[in-house]
């Protein structure tokens, strides 16, 4: 599985933006999905998450209420959106998919990573 991630770019604090990331191989419905994002200087940490199966979805409380995580498995394609962004969203954000049945909040669990999406929030 290869995950291809886009969308990122320049956006101005209180703004917002839409990130996707494309699947080659087996579709999404076969994987449980999420995004992640570092800082520069900081640790990967978790987004936002939805699972394969019940679609479940989780987000870190740092972006509860301003950010959605959808999924359309007839394209093979996850998205982000996000609103109301923060300075402190700034980072590369990856994609990464896991055969488990639920998303998780930890990175080891995922197996395939895009190559991550570049997003600064300017004031």
């Known amino acids: 599985v290869q995950l291809q991630a886009s969308g990122g770019g320049l956006v101005q604090a209180g703004g917002s933006l839409r990130l996707s990331c494309v699947s080659s191989?087996?579709?999404?419905?076969?994987?449980?999905t999420a995004w992640f994002r570092q800082a520069p200087g900081k640790a990967r940490e978790f987004v936002a998450g939805i699972s394969r199966g019940p679609g479940v979805t989780i987000f870190a409380d740092s972006v509860k209420g301003r950010a959605t995580i959808s999924r359309d498995n007839a394209k093979n394609t996850m998205y982000l959106e996000m609103n109301s962004l923060k300075l402190e969203d700034t980072a590369v954000y990856y994609c990464?998919?896991?055969?488990?049945?639920?998303?998780?909040?930890?990175?080891?669990?995922?197996?395939?990573w895009g190559q991550g999406t570049q997003v600064t929030v300017s004031s």
């Open positions: 191989g087996r579709t999404y419905s076969s994987y449980s």
């Open positions: 990464a998919a896991t055969a488990a049945y639920f998303a998780s909040t930890l990175a080891n669990v995922y197996d395939y």
